[in-house]
């Protein structure tokens, strides 16, 4: 059984901007190259990796927040799909 809060942590490591725009472009997203978002340039990528609205929904969080509020699904799931992503092995 995998340890969610240290895999988040591990995952979290290796997060920045460039990462997490690759993450939104798999799921669907075209992201621009000063890290907005294509279809809502309020949304924005800060260099940590860390997504905010500036607009209208006021979303504010990481890439599992988003992930999680995307696809509605809970937070160990979230880091798992994450972790798939950068190819980060976990048991």
Avoid: W
């Avoid at 290796?14 to 309020?42: C, H, P, W």
């Avoid at 992930?67 to 799931?77: D, Q, R, V, Y």
């Amino acid at each position: 059984m995998v340890e969610i809060k240290k895999l988040k942590e591990d995952v979290k490591m290796q997060l920045d901007n460039k990462k997490v725009a690759e993450i939104l472009s798999f799921i669907g997203y075209e992201i621009t190259r000063d890290y907005k978002f294509v279809d809502d340039k309020s949304f924005s990528i800060s260099r940590n990796g860390y997504i905010k609205d500036f607009g209208t929904t006021g979303f504010a969080g990481d890439i599992f927040d988003f992930i999680m509020k995307e696809k509605n699904i809970n937070l160990p799931t979230a880091v798992k799909f994450v972790a798939d992503c950068l190819g980060v092995k976990y048991e």
